[in-house]
């Protein structure tokens, strides 16, 4: 992986260094180490790796090539199960976009990531990228898109996407609207996708915490479950003065579009994109920073219908500017049968907790 990685990464830069393109490169280095723990006490142990070079290269201030090459390699346990739903073993890029400016306008071609909600994990606007319960702000890849933004004021922005698919049906198309009012983040939105067209409405503002209120409603949908439903989403943040200071978010998510408990359909879930299955959600998580150095967190993330829980301590050491490492625990309390239990064939993996150690340096 490695010697595949600094080919292509030669390459790259050979050719834009030759090209005269003023190039930037950065990126970093992870290793996780998992214990997996079956609901009998078994232990199961795996290794992940990922190598990770973000390359920049400015023609000028209104053209720019952005290329992040990433290397990927898993034993054990994790050749068998996607704990985060997003391994790709080997090299790849990762993104590959194009920003070409002209004035108030800025056109992106490619491999991009896109941001279309608000929400920190439940994001009822977001048709394009996916969501890991076990690790919300999971760098994941970029999705082949067309993104045209356009600067309609001093504090407002139109947003139009294309997610271009082999069957046309099957394209993304999406408009975004977003502007403020008085100190409010104000969003409007249009989606369309296979399952529908919905209309969307977004509103952010501190108030002394920090709230956030977004909804979508199905114009149309050939799927009954859809046609005329809600989707919303309700969530705040705060910092208490405590001590360093002792952060806390929540969301609310109810869905109006989702299955009854007692009636999930995971091939129709899958066939619909679906990020979460039922009806209603909580997600909690608070952080706290004993110094510059360690800080505690814990997050959980519950299906409210089913009763299933995922729940996430963790500990983080900073012990030098370019390096983190992480220990922590994924403990799921969950039935089988229910959102958050394993969908496991084998029986060694069910019932499974997983205890980890994450070493991440910048470069």
Known sequence: MIKKLASVISLFLFTTNFSGANTSLSGYIEGRYFI????????????????????????????KLFIRIRGEES?????????????????????????????????RMGKQVLSWSFGYIF????????????????????????KLSASTGRFSQLDAVMVPEREYENSKFALKFITNIAGADLLLNYSHYKVGDFLGFAFKRDIGI????????????????YSRKLNTLVGFDYTFPFGNGLYFVTEYNHDQTGFEADDYDFSAAMIEERKFLGKNYLFSMFNYPFDSKFSVSMFYVSNLDDK????????????????????????????????????????????????????????
């Open 36 to 63: 997996l723990i079956n609901r009998y006490n078994h232990l199961y142990q795996s290794l992940w790796s990922r190598a990770v070079v973000d390359i920049e290269a400015k023609a000028n201030q209104n053209a």
């Open 75 to 107: 034993s054990g346990f994790l050749n068998e199960i996607s704990l985060i739903e997003s391994s790709k073993k080997g090299v790849s890029f990762d993104r590959f976009y194009f920003d070409l400016n002209r004035k108030n306008l800025r056109l």
């Open 123 to 146: 994001r009822p606007m977001d048709i394009f990228m996916p969501v890991s319960v076990y690790e919300p702000t999971f760098d994941f890849s970029g999705i082949n898109s067309i």
């Open 210 to 225: 920090g709230l956030w209120i977004e909804s979508i409603y199905f114009i149309d949908s050939n799927i009954n479950r």
């Open 308 to 363: 299933s829980l995922i729940l996430s301590p963790s500990l983080s050491y900073n012990p030098g500017v370019n390096v983190t490492i992480n220990f922590g625990a994924y403990f799921n309390f969950s039935k089988d049968g229910t959102e958050f239990a394993p969908n496991i064939l084998s029986k060694s993996y069910r019932g499974a907790h997983y205890l980890y150690l994450f070493i991440k340096t910048y470069f």
